[in-house]
Structure formats: structure tokens, C-alpha cells
């Protein structure tokens, strides 16, 4: 079993910054790549952002707003979201790509945190 625990959610006025952080724990041989995917309401659960374990980043973001880092020692992956709009008001959910032995890998879920853009 491996657990995602998601924190730093909340609600923040139209400019403000977040920083979320999500801490995987339980039974990981190795964590491969880890990221954050958002789910606005009526709309489909799309990527923010991925990290993979050697700092390889994939972004669905073009402004620069978002950045994620994560620290390997503390099996955490974070998202710094910077100058934050309305339109990023959504769930926020985080995923690890899990080697839970040598030959199983498991793509886990955390169980999101809202993130509420609004003055």
C-alpha cells in the first residue's frame, strides 16, 4: 500500500501564491515520477505539471507560473503556483508512478486539496 498525502490548499485572492506539497509513504521499492493534475468542476481532470525522479520536467504550463520540485529524500513533490488566476480554482490531485517491488509498478493517487481563486 502506498499513500499520497496532499497539503497547502486553500483559498487565495486572484494574484496570490499557493505551495503544494504531497508526501507519498508506505510501501515504495522506488519512486518514479511524480506530478500534479487538476480537475476543475464540469471539466476533465487535465496535467499540471511532472517531475521525474532524475528532475525531468513536463509542463502544462506556458507562463511560468506553476513550478514543481520535489525533494527525493523526503519522498515529497511540490507545486509553487505564483500570480494565480480564477480559472486555476479546481481539485488539485497529486500522482506517483510507484515501483513497489522490483516487478510492480503502481500508479497511485492522492486524494486531492481545492484550490479556490476568488476575491
Known amino acids: 500500500q502506498v499513500q499520497l498525502v496532499e497539503s497547502g490548499g486553500g483559498l487565495v485572492q486572484p494574484g496570490g501564491s499557493l505551495r503544494l506539497s504531497c508526501a507519498a509513504s508506505?510501501?515504495?521499492?522506488?519512486?518514479?515520477?511524480m506530478g500534479w493534475y487538476r480537475q476543475a468542476p464540469g471539466k476533465q481532470r487535465e496535467l499540471v505539471s511532472t517531475?521525474?525522479?532524475?528532475?525531468?520536467i513536463t509542463s502544462a504550463d506556458s507562463t511560468g507560473r506553476f513550478t514543481i520540485s520535489r525533494d527525493n529524500a523526503k519522498n515529497t513533490v511540490y507545486l509553487q503556483m505564483n500570480s494565480l488566476k480564477p480559472e486555476d480554482t479546481a481539485v488539485y490531485y497529486c500522482?506517483?508512478?510507484?515501483?513497489?517491488?522490483?516487478?510492480?509498478?503502481?500508479?497511485?493517487w492522492g486524494q486531492g486539496t481545492q484550490v479556490t481563486v476568488s476575491s
Open positions: 517531475i521525474t525522479s532524475g528532475g525531468r
Open positions: 500522482n506517483a508512478d510507484v515501483q513497489v517491488t522490483a516487478y510492480q509498478r503502481v500508479s497511485n
Open positions: 508506505g510501501s515504495i521499492f522506488r519512486l518514479n515520477a
